[in-house]
């Protein structure tokens, strides 16, 4: 596991009159075609923001079970947010070892897709215990939005589009998702993954991780470490960028280990397309329906998908968390 994964300095994005960007499309461009992931500095947060976030989580944690239980994910409802315990959460059938929180949007009780019942929109469960944590962590969705809007703009420029194409076909109103996970420490000859093999399933995920480390991504030369690099962020792309670049960018497995022989955390943060966005491929993709999934780690097709985002992720999470399917589907 020698190889590295690229470093890409986004900062010339925020600039729509950067000559810069032109360099920073190719970047991601070769990034994406090679596999799927890079690091992004000069993204913009505040370091200062991460320690609050950090800080908070720990604390919430460190809360004794039945405290942590008061945020199930089971009084989130069709919001689809809350606390699950180590080994709540499924990849591929089998129980993670980790415990988290997940959170998205927040949206008060008079908004029209909360109003109609639309599965995973609503607000978001705090723990009382930690008033801290719903500020840092809204603060977080905000700064996080931000980054990776520029980002989807770097991704257009790569693949020879309008700047702005994502933002107008799919990421308007964007599906933003959060989730705070804690991983036990474990031995360092334990089989149990904290997070098994699998792909994201939207456009773009950024993650930032603890000095801990433990993720790793697979490459056409095997797994690779992908250790903490101070001020950046890991990204990665989605199912959906695989299915409307029709396989130029793959959705690449990666997987979690902590074997740090320390609790671990991590944050990764899930922009993906609108929720009522019909998935087609782009319009300069002159490329055929891709893999027929054969070669992934599921042996899903994610190419013969045709519909709304929103159909595509709620058959994905009602597999993570099959006792929720019955009461939020």
Not at 175 to 183: A, E, G, K, P
Not at 238 to 251: A, E, H, K, P, Q
Not at 300 to 318: I, P, R
Request: net charge negative.
């Amino acid at each position: 596991m020698m190889d590295k994964l690229p470093l890409i300095d986004m900062s010339p994005l925020f600039d729509t009159k950067s000559r810069e960007s032109a360099r920073v499309a190719r970047e991601i461009d070769a990034a994406c075609r090679e596999n799927g992931f890079f690091y992004v500095k000069g993204h913009g947060v505040d370091p200062r923001l991460l320690s609050r976030l950090e800080e908070a989580s720990w604390r919430f944690f460190s809360l004794p079970e039945d405290q942590k239980r008061e945020i199930a994910m089971s009084k989130g409802g069709r919001a689809w947010r809350g606390f699950f315990p180590v080994g709540g959460e499924l990849t591929s059938g089998k129980p993670d070892l980790k415990e988290g929180v997940y959170f998205g949007a927040e949206l008060g009780p008079d908004h029209p897709r909360v109003r109609a019942g639309i599965p995973l929109h609503g607000q978001n469960l705090f723990p009382p215990q930690v008033p801290e944590l719903r500020v840092a962590v809204l603060d977080y969705l905000d700064a996080l939005t931000r980054t990776a809007h520029a980002l989807m703009e770097g991704i257009a420029l790569a693949l020879g589009l309008d700047r702005r194409y994502f933002a107008d076909h799919y990421t308007a109103d964007p599906t933003v998702l959060f989730r705070i996970f804690h991983y036990p420490a474990s031995p360092a000859s334990d089989e149990t993954w904290g997070v098994g093999e699998h792909t994201d399933y939207g456009l773009l995920t950024l993650l930032a991780q603890d000095n801990v480390g433990g993720l790793q991504v697979k490459t056409a030369r095997g797994w690779i470490e992908a250790p903490p690099v101070e001020g950046t962020f890991v990204c990665n792309i989605g199912d959906m960028l695989d299915r409307l670049t029709g396989g130029v960018y793959r959705s690449t497995p990666h997987r979690v280990r902590n074997s740090g022989g320390q609790g671990r955390l991590s944050f990764p943060f899930f922009f993906d397309p609108g929720f009522d966005a019909e998935i087609v491929p782009l319009p300069n993709n002159s490329t055929s329906a891709g893999a027929d999934g054969s070669d992934r780690w599921d042996k899903e097709n994610v190419h013969a998908f045709a519909g709304t985002y929103g159909e595509y992720l709620m058959g994905k999470v009602s597999r993570v968390f099959p006792e929720l399917r019955q009461k939020v589907f």
